[in-house]
């Protein structure tokens, strides 16, 4: 178990340019989640994979937010134009979605825009 | 709906003193519920979970949690703090069981705070 993967650990972006991050689950787990974080707040939900199908997403998942996973392995999330309100820390857990299995998060990509 | 609220954003106690991190819920379902902890600049780490069996639940670092549903409540407890637990913990409330895709819905956070 080498844990949840995220990639990059920091991101500094100027507003306005796009931006992706990379998570590689735990291996064999089928569900996959991406959260927001701000300060002094607790994680958002923003979209839920199981396997490579798309689930649900949150309306907090405007349309310049567009998550993937393609093969039901690792999963992208792209922001287009970034803008300032979207610096946050984006964690990414999975799970083998079986009985009451907990949720193994990341470290999470600190994004911030300039 | 689910929700939860934890009362208190900032908690401070003394080493060796006892830990009371308060969690309300509200839930149209019999929730499942989850206390995680988070250091600086790390992900969530589970901590315990709650999933319809014991009311009192036992989870790592000494640390455990009492379901009352006639308070709707899940407060989290340690009755000896060490220096090493001061961290940002979260509860949550699943939306559904874990075996049907729930996801979690997480309160704002508290930070404890441990004093020598």
């Known amino acids: 178990d080498t844990g949840v993967s995220q990639n990059p650990r920091h991101k500094i972006t100027k507003r306005g340019q796009n931006v992706t991050f990379r998570c590689d689950p735990i291996?064999?787990?089928?569900?996959l989640y991406w959260y927001r974080q701000t300060l002094g707040q607790g994680p958002e939900f923003l979209t839920y994979?199981?396997?490579?199908?798309?689930?649900?997403k949150s309306r907090l998942l405007s349309d310049r937010f567009s998550a993937e996973r393609p093969k039901g392995s690792f999963s992208t999330l792209e922001i287009q134009r970034t803008e300032q309100g979207d610096s946050a820390m984006y964690l990414c857990?999975?799970?083998?979605?079986?009985?009451?299995?907990?949720?193994?998060f990341g470290n999470g990509t600190r994004l911030t825009v300039t | 709906a689910q929700s939860v609220t934890q009362l208190g954003s900032h908690v401070s106690v003394s080493e060796g003193a006892l830990v009371l991190l308060r969690c309300n819920y509200s839930?149209?379902?019999?929730?499942?519920l989850f206390w995680y902890v988070q250091y600086p600049n790390q992900g969530l780490q589970l901590l315990l979970k709650?999933?319809?069996?014991?009311?009192l639940v036992k989870g790592i670092n000494g640390f455990e949690a009492e379901f009352k549903k006639s308070e709707t409540s899940f407060h989290l407890t340690k009755p000896s703090a060490h220096m090493s637990d001061a961290a940002e913990y979260f509860c949550?409330?699943?939306?559904?069981?874990?075996?049907?895709?729930?996801?979690?819905?997480f309160g704002q956070g508290t930070e404890l705070s441990v004093k020598p």
């Open positions: 994979f199981q396997n490579e199908a798309q689930l649900e």
């Open positions: 949550a409330v699943s939306d559904r069981g874990y075996n049907q895709g729930g996801k979690l819905i």
């Open positions: 709650y999933t319809s069996a014991a009311t």
């Open positions: 291996s064999e787990h089928n569900r």
């Open positions: 857990a999975s799970s083998p979605g079986q009985g009451d299995s907990p949720l193994h």
């Open positions: 839930s149209s379902v019999p929730p499942y």
